[in-house]
């Protein structure tokens, strides 16, 4: 049994480090952005932005001003139990939400949609958002936490396509996104590119959101074609001669990361996500035993979470990566 | 631009004179000392729409109205806790801005991502003010480190804590990019079109989709603002 305090208190930490401390992998890669920035505007914008995750830090106040939506997806082993049962569980994440807005402090972002009630703590109808997924590997009891919170409300959009508009058409579609969004940097990029292809509708926003917020940079699709895309999509981001905030340089994207899902066969739907230059998010995992270990790679997407057939039958290799 | 290829920097008073501003370039940086307020759609309901007295002296307390929501709590006692700063996108505001220049006197608007050209030329040039746009827009933290003090928050129970006036007393505040001029040259507008030259050659080997949707154009210099 994993129990409930623990969850609530791990949660709040989580909530803390998620608007505070920048993921390494991101950071890494920023600084690599940075190190060959040409445009003059766009090299101090990214040296910039390297010295206010420092001051973050130091601080310990918000990255951004504006903090985002938090959210959660939670990860469950096969023989995990909580404390007090699922409704506990949500009770704790709804409530480590509204005490971290008052606490770090966080902006109270979540207003109703027509009547913009604000209960300023980050929580309403619907919100926070909390997803789940399930893991074979390893085995025990164990419940991982993750929280994202979401900035670059304007990098998204969605699209279906069809089957013969083909790479080129979902290239058009990827770069009138960056374009169309990277003018004035309303994307706040670079950012994390997230792309859903496939799927239903909304499975498609899903699967090109958690692209973008649940995988980390450098990490490749274990499926070799689609490796090969993300690697020539990140170019071509980057070679729109499009930097920071919109000037003229060479750095929009930091990574891009490509996820299916099986669609209609007349279909080719399309999601693109920017996860901004604060890239939020924070990952615990949680034993029976009360042992918590903090990590910022959601290692979401599993050959598990990937599967392709009826049963789950690991092989040695998928086994070891789960 | 400085000689040297890098950005000027400069430090500006939040109620500037007019011939400090004639020596601010489109690009140069600038860090602020003194006052400023945050106003946005909230505010500009309320005092231009429902002709709400404005509930502070302007410009004489602050020339500077700041695009922004902190990420700040105030409990009970009236105490503020204040965290992270950052601007919010001022494009949607274009309509109301003549009217809260005649009302506040502003020289200065600070935000994310500016307003467009046309909107310079309407309403800042004439009331001889300019635009400065957050860096970023991440720099919260930085933004934050310059806030010595909350003076005041105005209209809180009436707008809330995100829309409220949060008057705030600033020391080396920044940094902010210089976007728009007092010709109404716009920083932003440059970049683009130096940007759209290369843009035709990027958009080889791509197609537009088979199925078009409504309002889709093909002309990609064109903003979607």
Redesign the interface.
Known sequence: MIPIDTIQTTAESLMDKAAIEIPDDYLTGLQAAAADEEGDLSSFVLQAMLENYEAAKEDRRAMCGDTGCPRWYVKMSNDARVEGGPIALEEALRRATANATNGVPLRPNRVHPLWRTDHDNNVGINAPEIEYGFEPEPEGEWIDLITVHKGGLFGTDYRMLFPSDGIEGIKRFYLDSLVAFGKRGLACQPAIIGIGLGGSKDTCMVLGKRAACLRTVGDRNPDPEIAKLEEEFKELGNSIGMGAMGFVGKNMVIDCHIEVGYCHTGGMQMSVHAFCLSSRRAVARIHADGRVEYRTDPQWFTDYQRRETVAWQPTESQSKSA | ?AAD???KQIRLSTNPSREELEKLSI?D?VYLDGTVYTGREGVYKRAIEEGEPLPLDLPAESAANFH??????QDDDGNV?????????SFRFSKWIGAWFQKSGARLILGK??MSAKDYREHFVPNGAIYL?T???????????GVKGVKAVHWRKEL???QAMWVIEVENFG?F?VESDLEGNS??ER??A??AE??DK??E???????K?FGETDD?SD???
């Open positions: 631009m290829g890098k950005p690009g940086i922004c929501s902190p990420a700040a709590t806790k204040m965290g992270a700063v950052t601007a919010t996108a991502g500016g746009t860096v970023g827009y991440g720099t919260g933290a930085l933004l934050g480190r809330g804590l995100a940094p990019i920083l932003f970049e683009n130096r940007i290369n843009l990027v958009y080997g791509t197609r537009p989709a088979v199925l949707r990609r903003e979607l603002i």
